[in-house]
């Protein structure tokens, strides 16, 4: 299995500073088509996860253009430009590129 | 807009069967892949199994041939079910739709777009 690995684990954050969450794999997740098979998942406290970039770096309908993701092969890079309350949570990066799925452990963001 | 309910036994014996169903309102659940993720308590996501819209599945080794994932278009629901549970299979079980993305160059992509609200399972005699 593809390991994920993420960084920091837990991310303390100030209200309209940037931050930024780190996930490594342990193999590439770019593929001959160009594009990189690794998605970012957000859990609320209390929620069910909701996808918030897809192939790396689209973000999903709905998704405020505050975060955004980067990265190729095997370092990716989700950001947010500046954060605010409701950004806390559970972040999680998932690899597609070969079964089964995995996710890498979270990377908890709270609020200083 | 789709959305997804999950239902189940939230205890469980264990070496006994756990079946949990999707229930899919507003849309079909014809045409799409749906998925099944666990999150034990207090750990992260674990992705289980995958069905799309032509029956073929897709499952995680990790669960070593125990699961059975399905489609009833009839009742517009998809299920999981797993054999000889332990403590081990003691989680969160999310079931999601696997949203299709076609590819600009050819070829598609699929990504977890709406998750049900999840059902807790505890496995214990």
């Known amino acids: 299995d593809i390991v994920m690995t993420q960084s920091p684990l837990s991310l303390p954050v100030t209200p309209g500073e940037p931050a930024s969450i780190s996930c490594r794999s342990s193999?590439?997740?770019?593929?001959?088509?160009?594009?990189?098979?690794l998605d970012w998942y957000l859990q609320k406290p209390g929620q069910s996860p909701q996808v918030l970039i897809f192939?790396?770096?689209n973000r999903a309908s709905g998704v405020p253009d505050r975060f955004s993701g980067s990265g190729s092969g095997s370092d990716f890079t989700l950001k947010i430009s500046r954060v605010e309350a409701e950004d806390v949570g559970i972040y999680f990066c998932?690899?597609?590129?070969?079964?089964?799925?995995?996710f890498g452990q979270g990377t908890k963001v709270e609020i200083k | 807009q789709v959305q997804l309910q999950e239902s189940g036994p939230g205890l469980v014996k264990p070496s006994e069967t756990l079946s949990l169903t999707c229930t899919v309102s507003?849309?079909?659940?014809?045409?799409?892949?749906w998925t099944w993720v666990r999150q034990p308590p207090g750990m992260g996501l674990e992705w289980i199994a995958y069905?799309?819209?032509?029956?073929?599945?897709n499952y995680n080794p990790s669960i070593k041939s125990r699961g059975t994932i399905s489609v009833d278009t009839s009742n517009n629901q998809f299920s999981l079910r797993l054999t000889s549970v332990t403590a081990a299979d003691t989680a969160t079980y999310y079931c999601?739709?696997?949203?299709?993305?076609?590819?600009?160059?050819?070829?598609?992509?699929?990504?977890?777009?709406?998750w049900g609200r999840g059902t807790t399972v505890t496995v214990s005699s």
């Open positions: 069905i799309n819209y032509n029956g073929d599945t």
């Open positions: 998932m690899q597609v590129q070969q079964a089964p799925r995995t």
């Open positions: 507003g849309g079909s659940i014809s045409g799409d892949y």
């Open positions: 192939l790396g770096s």
């Open positions: 193999q590439s997740l770019l593929r001959s088509n160009g594009y990189n098979y």
């Open positions: 999601a739709r696997l949203l299709e993305w076609r590819l600009p160059r050819g070829g598609h992509y699929h990504y977890m777009d709406v």
